[in-house]
Structure formats: C-alpha cells, structure tokens
C-alpha cells in the first residue's frame, strides 16, 4: 500500500523560506514521476511542481516559478519542496503524490503539511 507523509509546513511571514519533505514508501520511488500539490481553503487542489523519476527534468506551476524548488533523493524515497519569497498567496495544505499520466493518482494522497503565510 502506498503511503506518503509530508512535513516540514509552518508558519511563516512574507518573504521566508520553508522546505517541504514527502516520505514515501509502498511503490518504487525511483521509478515514479513524483509532484507536490496545494489545496488553499474554498479551492480546488492545484499542481504546485513535477520531478522526473531520474530527478534530471522538473516542472513548475506559473506562479511559484523561480521561487520554489522541486528535487527528490532516491536512495531515501523522498521528494522535497524548497520554497523561497513566501507571499500570503501560497498559503495552504501542500501535498505530494505520484503522477501517472499526468495527473496525480486519486487514492494515495497523504494527510499534507500546512504552510501558512502572513504578511
């Protein structure tokens, strides 16, 4: 059974830095494009940030360009989320999954990590 657990959300004020964390375990880690994923209250749950199974290609939503940071290390099942310039606007529940097709595979979400962002 697959399973995945973020950490490391937070509070923190404009313009700070978190880093996000997803263990994962029950697939072959190595072998699955891996994404991270917000859902903010009263909104649909959005692609933050995609990482190839090699680690080598990434891809970023429009809106965190430039200010996050996707990578995973495979010898450890992990895939993390480094976010620099914080704005109130990222402020939500982040979430990992795998990605399949494309889309992230409904049924192996992980309870998330809250990020909160004051200004």
């Known amino acids: 059974q697959v399973q995945l657990v973020e950490s490391g959300g937070g509070l923190v004020q404009a313009g700070g830095s978190l880093r996000l964390s997803c263990a994962a375990s029950?697939?072959?880690?190595?072998?699955?494009?891996m994404g991270w994923f917000r859902q903010a209250p009263g909104k649909d749950r959005e692609f933050v940030a995609a990482?190839?199974?090699?680690?080598?290609?990434?891809a970023y939503a429009d809106s965190v360009k430039g200010r996050f940071t996707i990578s995973r290390d495979n010898a450890n099942n992990t895939v993390y989320l480094q976010m620099n310039n914080l704005q109130p606007s990222d402020t939500a529940v982040y979430y990992c999954?795998?990605?399949?097709?494309?889309?992230?595979?409904?049924?192996?979400w992980g309870p998330g990590t809250q990020v909160t962002v004051s200004s």
């Open positions: 999954n795998q990605v399949v097709g494309g889309a992230p595979v409904s049924g192996s």
């Open positions: 990482v190839s199974a090699s680690g080598r290609n990434t």
């Open positions: 029950g697939l072959i880690f190595a072998s699955r494009i």
